[in-house]
């Protein structure tokens, strides 16, 4: 967006953290407004609201609370938006649980709180953004995982691999008014409880040895942004984990 367009506001869900917040800040700076989701940090969507009011005078940034494995407050999230906000004209699909179970671990409850997540809070808030806007851009956030069958996200990575075909769906039936691309992150943040050093283990068996943190995923973000002629597509932001991982000790 050029400096001297008019602001549009884009919404963003998980946005009080990590990528979410990181995807927020970006767009402030692009000159976006943003509609900052969260559901149980509170504290930091606020603070970030503030801060992005502090730095950007000109711009809004107002946070909405909702649970989205409730169907309900997730039906409602986007008209509220729009009637505090003005029609969004973006649609980052952040939000996600990411937690480990095989299949033989996983219960009906565990399962439906990945998917309501990962895959029907998306699908619900794209069919009510194309229901109640005229045009758009919408980003869902994929993982590189969906790539392969390893188990032991096995309701996560099936709720992203879902995501991702709703992706391509989305694309075909809502064009032109709306573009519909994915961006699959890898190795980028360090979950709960672990530091870098945890990343810095995982990367040597990736093909760039390393982890990529925020700014790929951002420069991804301004590729389809830019790219205005680019829809149902995924872009893999992970350091090239999506071809294989490697066993450096088997390398010659």
Not at 18 to 25: F, L, T
Not at 159 to 168: D, F
Request: net charge neutral.
């Amino acid at each position: 967006m050029d400096s001297d367009s008019v602001r549009k506001p884009a919404l963003v869900t998980g946005a009080g953290q990590r990528i979410g917040r990181g995807i927020a800040v970006h767009l402030a700076e692009r000159g976006w407004d943003v509609a900052i989701h969260y559901n149980r940090s509170e504290k930091d969507a606020t603070e970030l609201a503030q801060a992005l009011t502090r730095k950007f005078p000109d711009g809004r940034f107002e946070v909405f609370r909702a649970d989205l494995t409730d169907t309900h407050e997730t039906e409602l999230l986007m008209g509220r938006v729009t009637d505090r906000m003005g029609k969004p004209e973006m649609l980052v699909n952040n939000a996600s649980v990411f937690e480990p179970a095989f299949i033989k671990n996983s219960t009906p409850q565990f399962l439906d709180r990945q998917m309501s997540v990962n895959f029907r809070a998306p699908f619900i808030l794209i069919r009510e953004f194309a229901r109640l806007c005229d045009k758009g851009l919408i980003i869902n956030m994929a993982d590189t995982r969906i790539t392969g069958n390893q188990p032991g996200y096995a309701a996560y990575t099936l709720a992203k691999k879902a995501l991702w075909e709703l992706t391509k769906m989305a694309a075909l039936e809502l064009a032109p008014g709306f573009r519909v691309n994915a961006i699959a992150p890898g190795l980028a943040l360090p979950p709960a409880g672990e530091d870098e050093s945890y990343l810095l283990r995982l990367s040597g068996h990736i093909p760039m040895r390393k982890p990529g943190g925020l700014i790929p995923i951002l420069r991804s973000v301004d590729f389809i942004l830019d790219n205005e002629y680019l829809t149902g597509q995924l872009l893999y932001c992970d350091g090239g984990e999506n071809l294989g991982t490697i066993d450096r000790k088997s390398v010659v």
